[in-house]
């Protein structure tokens, strides 16, 4: 079984894979769950839904590197599948098709318009590569945002709809009308290799990201870093895993530390901020190893 995290700081939402299962095609995919739970002491999960409700239809896709990702007014959207999939809030899952070769890849701060990538591009940006994107309304309209994108990221309604980050690795906000503005660029360097800040993640507001360097004696360290000055804020060891959440200037992720997640042995809920690093209490845990597991019955399950 494998397990990823999200929450968008009201919930925490677990997408679960277990076994394998087949499609009408014949292509293997993981049969998947998922669960939220409200980030309460009394935490109880809910499972939001299953492979079946998640691709229903002839020709439905979802590929194995999608997530769960925290939308701007609360819940979840699911990216890299082939329709558009929001748990919402109450927990109640709301689906819509969307246009022939397209898959998301991203919420925007208006909750009806979504980035999104051809079935070819959005499994180009599971390696991190650049791919093409397009922003698309739920009222079918869609326009070509750029080549060569990197990464999408919440923004404020103040600064647009999205940040972008390009193949140079800085981000850059997604206006109204589709265009793209001019970014922050931390200069924070590794004083041993002199290399720049790769900024992975970046706050809504644009007042901070959270980076890492490629190489040296800092390679191994996530780092909390203010766009203003360069400075950096906070430190902690490892990197994220899942998706972030920001709330002023503090960051809520969990965390991956050499190449094990340590959500699953208690913890790993890491919030980072210039009051430095916590990490919170693994009480939402409650009940966790009381979920159903359908490996027994998955490699059995058919989906269109």
């Known amino acids: 079984m494998t397990e990823t995290w999200a929450t968008d700081g009201r919930t925490l939402a677990r997408l679960v894979a277990f076994g394998t299962t087949r499609t009408g095609n014949g292509n293997a995919i993981a049969y998947r769950e998922i669960w939220t739970a409200p980030l309460t002491e009394t935490a109880e999960w809910h499972r939001v839904a299953t492979i079946d409700d998640l691709i229903d239809m002839p020709g439905s896709v979802w590929d194995p590197a999608g997530?769960?990702?925290?939308?701007?007014?609360?819940?979840?959207?699911?990216?890299?599948?082939?329709?558009?999939?929001?748990?919402?809030p109450d927990g109640?899952?709301?689906r819509q098709p969307l246009p022939v070769d397209r898959m998301v890849i991203?919420?925007?701060?208006?909750?009806?318009?979504?980035?999104?990538?051809?079935?070819?591009g959005a499994r180009t940006d599971t390696a991190q590569a650049p791919f093409r994107?397009?922003?698309?309304?739920?009222?079918g309209h869609e326009l070509p945002l750029a080549d060569g994108v990197t990464g999408i990221a919440r923004s404020t309604r103040a600064i647009g709809l999205a940040w972008v980050q390009l193949d140079d690795r800085q981000w850059v906000p997604l206006q109204q009308d589709g265009s793209l503005g001019h970014g922050p660029s931390p200069a924070m360097v590794d004083p041993t290799t002199?290399?720049?800040?790769?900024p992975t993640a970046i706050d809504p507001t644009g007042a901070w990201v959270?980076?890492?360097?490629?190489?040296?004696?800092?390679?191994?360290?996530?780092?909390?870093?203010?766009?203003?000055?360069?400075?950096?804020?906070?430190?902690?060891?490892?990197?994220?895993?899942?998706?972030l959440a920001w709330f002023g200037d503090s960051?809520?992720?969990?965390?991956?530390?050499?190449?094990?997640?340590?959500?699953?042995?208690?913890?790993?809920?890491i919030s980072m901020s210039a009051e430095g690093v916590d990490e919170?209490?693994?009480?939402?845990?409650?009940?966790l190893d009381s979920l159903p597991d359908p490996t027994d019955t998955a490699d059995e399950t058919s989906v269109p």
Do not use: C
């Not at 780092?223 to 000055?229: I, P, Q, R």
């Not at 919170?280 to 009940?287: D, E, L, Q, S, T």
């Open 67 to 88: 997530r769960l990702v925290p939308m701007s007014e609360g819940g979840y959207v699911v990216t890299k599948a082939s329709s558009l999939l929001i748990v919402r």
């Open 251 to 269: 960051v809520l992720f969990t965390r991956q530390n050499d190449g094990t997640d340590v959500v699953p042995d208690g913890g790993g809920l």
């Open 106 to 120: 991203a919420p925007t701060s208006n909750a009806d318009r979504f980035v999104v990538a051809s079935v070819a």
């Open 280 to 287: 919170i209490a693994p009480y939402w845990r409650v009940g």
């Open 210 to 243: 959270l980076g890492s360097w490629p190489a040296g004696s800092l390679a191994d360290q996530t780092w909390l870093v203010a766009t203003g000055t360069g400075l950096p804020i906070a430190q902690v060891d490892g990197s994220p895993t899942g998706a």
């Open 133 to 139: 994107a397009m922003l698309w309304s739920r009222d």
């Open 194 to 198: 002199h290399l720049p800040l790769v």
């Open 92 to 94: 109640t899952l709301d």
